[in-house]
């Protein structure tokens, strides 16, 4: 019996939860799979791979996320691009002078779910259209689809901004104007490749160096509080 329990545990741990926005993708890439094997052995081969690539897109993991005040974690899953000062978009209203910058580059196989960096008020949501340069190009924060969240905390305004990608057609957001949000829960997602660009109060010194990997609600990106080393996880 252990061994069939051992079994059965090891297949529930190689699972993933998937976000409810995926159900209906996968539900397509499924059906379309099935009408492939009516053709062709070939084709439903592609179809399954392309439907298996869809649900693990949607996959939306578990995140331990460190709590304490004046931390400031990563909004998403990827690569650092851009470590840097730049001028936050207009329409979050947080001033015309350059804030400490970090961006983080979301590829196709990276976590698409995004995280509040901090917790606080949300003063702020606004979305604003545009084009689908590659979200690597540091003219994307300003020429791309967009959307962001001011974020209104005891340490200073921070701004949060989705923004669309080469194949990233759509941003969502969860979140409401005026409500608290948590450090580390889960406020939007963009599909498909992506970036997300983290605004930091002035003299916030980041914590992330360019090329580093970022995980959505684990990684530190700044510390504003003291300093204290006294640090508390809550499993998300």
Not at 15 to 33: D, L, Q, S
């Amino acid at each position: 019996m252990s061994t069939i329990d051992d079994v059965m545990g090891s297949i529930k741990g190689a699972m993933f939860p998937i976000h409810r926005e995926g159900r209906m993708f996968i539900g397509i890439a499924a059906a379309i799979t099935l009408a492939f094997a009516l053709f062709s052995t070939t084709l439903f081969w592609i179809g399954l791979i392309i439907t298996c690539w869809v649900a693990f897109f949607f996959r939306d993991p578990k995140r331990i996320v460190p709590m304490r005040a004046g931390l400031v974690v990563s909004p998403a899953d990827g690569k650092v691009v851009l470590v840097d000062r730049a001028v936050p978009p207009v329409e979050l209203g947080l001033g015309t002078a350059p804030l400490p910058r970090v961006a983080i580059f979301l590829s196709v196989f990276n976590v698409h779910i995004n995280r509040s960096p901090i917790a606080g008020r949300i003063a702020r949501i606004a979305y604003r259209p545009g084009k689908f340069l590659n979200a690597d190009m540091d003219k994307a924060s300003e020429d791309n689809e967009r959307n962001g969240l001011a974020i209104e905390t005891p340490y200073g305004m921070i701004g949060v901004v989705q923004i669309a990608g080469l194949v990233a057609r759509r941003i969502l957001c969860f979140s409401i104007e005026g409500s608290q949000i948590a450090t580390g829960e889960r406020f939007g997602l963009i599909r498909f490749g992506s970036r997300v660009d983290l605004y930091l109060p002035e003299g916030t010194t980041p914590r992330v160096g360019l090329g580093q990997l970022a995980f959505g609600g684990e990684t530190i990106i700044a510390d504003l509080g003291d300093g204290s080393p006294s640090t508390t996880w809550r499993n998300d």
